[in-house]
């Protein structure tokens, strides 16, 4: 969104399926706070909602789509929004934060035996990928992942 030549808002759109086939088409969106109140938010996100018929359209998705939106917690702006335009809550992240950095181990400590840290290889790709699959098994609105997916994307360095 560009308002006497600034930038002052984005909105981003990304779709996939999840495991139980419905196609998800996530949007995302922020507005500086100066700019809130105003009718920006919401014509924002009526471009949103347009943009992602059009793609459930182009996509033929229409029997397994829903939209959704993420807004983090502290984001009480754009979720009152959303909740007063019909959204409903059905999936919450959790948002962790560690605000004291005296609490980070030091370099070098000790790690609890057959734990170490550092980048992985190759023949260890199934493994990472299996593990992070099996922990969201008995939940909801997760996206199919399969392991093809997860080499394409891998970074050995991470």
């Known amino acids: 969104m560009v308002r006497d030549g600034s930038v002052v808002g984005y909105s981003t759109i990304r779709w996939w399926q999840e495991r139980n086939d419905t196609w998800l088409y996530l949007h995302r969106g922020y507005l500086l706070p100066e700019h809130r109140d105003r009718g920006i938010g919401s014509a924002m996100l009526s471009w949103a909602e347009e943009r992602i018929r059009q793609l459930v359209e182009k996509h033929g998705t229409a029997r397994t789509a829903v939209i959704g939106a993420n807004p983090m917690v502290s984001e009480q702006d754009a979720t009152a929004l959303l909740l007063a335009v019909g959204y409903r809550r059905v999936f ?61 994307t891998a970074d050995p360095a991470c």
Do not use: C, M
């Open 92 to 152: 919450s992240l959790v948002e962790l934060e560690l605000g004291d950095l005296q609490q980070l181990p030091e370099p070098g400590s000790e790690l609890p035996a057959g734990i170490r840290t550092g980048p992985i290889g190759t023949s260890h790709y199934r493994a990472a990928w299996r593990t992070v699959v099996d922990s969201y098994a008995d939940t909801g609105f997760t996206r199919k992942w399969s392991f093809q997916d997860f080499v394409d």
